[in-house]
Structures are given as structure tokens and as C-alpha cells.
């Protein structure tokens, strides 16, 4: 089914294929607190400071409207950083982050996601679900909250997006623990897309699914982006899932983007050694014999 049409306002957006989510110079250091008794010591001299870890170290990325993004790199690299950054979710030590010319957070000493533009799909679709909450009412919070939807209209609006995702609109009653690993991530993808979003950062979306269950959400994916005229940030360590999705990469390693650059380029000959590691650890099936 198709999803529901747009309710908020589509006439300020560029053109597709012009520059829309703009990452600029960002970076993000954690450093973990140290106790009192750590403090004096340091202090003293008695100990040195605890080491700062640059999980994402000065990156710059744009992300172009109805375009999908492939951000690949292994456990560590920074990328889920990167993407919780992008989506608003965490505060950057420094650097910018716009949507459509606009920051994506607000500034202050107690920086706040200021869009809906921007939603997210996460990993774990047991862990991202709310189990106490019926899906009809995890998927209406949102565009209820936002006044995207009055609560007269909530019912046959949940309906519709539980459709667009393929799945039962009488689903709406039932609970998260009610459905599989592949139905609960359709359900996380129509909450995203409740909102009306036009970027979506997907992190690691099919990691937790069986390879068959894999294909059918890529293939939800495409047809979405397609119907909506989305952006997708896609997070990824498998090269081979970000085939068949991306219309550029970008490969990150050590809190670093080490390539960029179009997808079947890079595929085709990847320049950066660390890509290349990447790129032979990929499944390659045998030929048919003749």
C-alpha cells in the first residue's frame, strides 16, 4: 500500500540531487569522568589524565536530497556516532550539522534536537520498541506530540503506515512482544516515517535479522525512499548489504572518512587500503560450473 500523503510543508525543499544534509568539520571526543580520589591524584601529579577518545575526528560529509549514503565501517570506527550526531540524537564536541541550511540541534549550554525533518531506524528492533505500549500507540506518539496528526485522525493514520510497511492495520492493538524480529523493524520503520521525516539514518537495520528477512526490509527501504523522495544515512559494516542500496559510500575508520566517493566506483577499485580490506572480507559465491 502507499503511505499516507505529506501533511507538512514539502514547498521549501531543494531540488532532488542538491546538497540537503551538510555534516561540516564535526567531531566527538568522549572522556570518562574520573572519581574524587582520581581528581587529587591528578591534581597532585600522582596521576596522568585519563586519555580522550575521538570517536568521530573532524568529518565532513553531505548528504544530497533523495539520495541513499552508505556510511561502512567496521565495530569502532565511529560511524554510529556519526549517525546519532547527524539525527540529533548526540551533541558533537564541535563542528556543524544542517538540514536544509538549518542546524539540526539547538545551541546553549543544553543543546536540543530542534527538527522532525530527521528520524531514525536502529539496530536492535527488540530493544527499540517500548513493550508496554501497544503499536498503534508507539507509532501515533510522535505525529500526535508534533500536531502532525489530531487523535481523531490518529487511528486511520496509524493504519495507513502500518500498510505501507506491509503489515496488518489490525496489528495496531497487539504488542512488541506479539510479532517477529522482521515485522518489529517494519513497525520501527513506519514510526520513523509517521513523522514525516526527509532524511532517515538507518543504523545497522538488518543487522539483527536472518539473511532472508534482510532482503525483503532493503527492498521495503528502496521502495519508500522511492514513493517519498527520501534521504537515507544507511550505517553499515557488511559491504555487501550497502550494495545494493547506496548511491554513494563512504568509509570510515578510526573516527576518520578514508573514501567517499560513488558507490560503483569503489566497488569496482577502491583506492584506500582499508577499503580494500573490506571489500575481500565480502562473501563472493562460486561460478556454476559449465
Known amino acids: 500500500a502507499a503511505p499516507p500523503p505529506r501533511k507538512s510543508a514539502t514547498a521549501n525543499l531543494p531540488p532532488l540531487g542538491s546538497p540537503y544534509l551538510v555534516i561540516d568539520d564535526v567531531v566527538k571526543r568522549f572522556e570518562k569522568p574520573a572519581g574524587l580520589f582520581r581528581n587529587l591524584a591528578i591534581k597532585s601529579g600522582l596521576s596522568q589524565p585519563l586519555n580522550v577518545v575521538h570517536a568521530v575526528a573532524g568529518v565532513s560529509l553531505t548528504v ?6 552508505g556510511l561502512v565501517g567496521e565495530s569502532g570506527s565511529g560511524k554510529s556516532t556519526l549517525g ?20 539540526v540541534m539547538s545551541i546553549g549550554r543544553a543543546p536540543k534536537k530542534i527538527t522532525t525533518r530527521i528520524q531514525t531506524i536502529f539496530q536492535d528492533p527488540f ?23 489530531s487523535r481523531a485522525e490518529a487511528a486511520v493514520y496509524v493504519g495507513q503506515w502500518l500498510a505501507a510497511v506491509g503489515l496488518d492495520p489490525s496489528f495496531s492493538n497487539r504488542f512488541p512482544h506479539q510479532f517477529s524480529g522482521g515485522q518489529r523493524q517494519r513497525i520501527a520503520i513506519a514510526r520513523a516515517l509517521a513523522m514525516q521525516p526527509d532524511v532517515i539514518v538507518c543504523d545497522e537495520p538488518v543487522a539483527s535479522l536472518d539473511v532472508s528477512i534482510q532482503a525483503q526490509i532493503i527492498n521495503l527501504l528502496i521502495r519508500l525512499r522511492a514513493e517519498l523522495d527520501l534521504s537515507l544515512v544507511f550505517i553499515s559494516h557488511d559491504l555487501s548489504v550497502v550494495r545494493h542500496l547506496c548511491d554513494r559510500v563512504a568509509i570510515m575508520y578510526q573516527g576518520r572518512i578514508v573514501e567517499e566517493g560513488d558507490a560503483g566506483a569503489i566497488y569496482a577499485d577502491p583506492q584506500h587500503a582499508y577499503t580494500q580490506r573490506l571489500l575481500a572480507a565480502v562473501p563472493v559465491l562460486p561460478q556454476a560450473a559449465e
Open 127 to 149: 530493544a527499540s520498541l517500548n513493550g508496554r505500549m501497544r503499536i498503534g500507540d508507539i507509532i501515533a506518539e510522535g505525529p500526535l506530540a508534533h500536531r502532525l496528526v
Open 64 to 69: 544530497k536530497r533523495g539520495e541513499v549514503l
Open 84 to 103: 546519532r550526531m547527524a539525527a540529533g540524537i548526540t551533541v558533537p564536541t564541535s563542528g556543524t550539522i544542517r538540514l536544509n541550511g538549518q542546524p
